[in-house]
């Protein structure tokens, strides 16, 4: 069992920022994908930004430039910085954690509204 704890939410104006956090415990395996999807008003959950223990990233072409997902020293911690915020980019952001072969762990989720 994976368990994320997710942090960093809020509101934040149009052209804001906000940087978010998860952070992973139980059985974590060397080889993973950590990263985050994003759930707007009457959306299906999509790709945010994803990256692997090896340090590939993979990202949705709507944040491209805007968004940049890291991890931490601990290496069972991302963030995800986001940039350049506008009204497309509120939703609940989920972090997520899988390998190749096991199943997806997801955390609670965490609000973002950009709203003027």
């Known amino acids: 069992q994976v368990q994320l704890v997710e942090s960093g939410g809020g509101l934040v104006q149009p052209g804001g920022s906000l940087r978010l956090s998860c952070a992973a415990s139980g059985s974590i395996f060397s080889i993973y994908a950590m990263g985050w999807y994003r759930q707007g008003p009457g959306k299906q959950r999509e790709l945010v930004e994803t990256i692997t223990s090896g340090g590939s990233t993979n990202y949705a072409d709507s944040v491209k430039g805007r968004f940049t997902i890291s991890r931490g020293n601990a290496k069972n911690t991302v963030y995800l910085q986001m940039n350049s915020l506008n009204s497309e980019d509120t939703a609940v952001y989920y972090c997520?954690?899988?390998?190749?072969?096991?199943?997806?762990?997801w955390g609670q989720g965490t609000q973002v509204t950009v709203s003027s």
């Open positions: 997520n954690y899988h390998t190749a072969i096991g199943p997806h762990y």
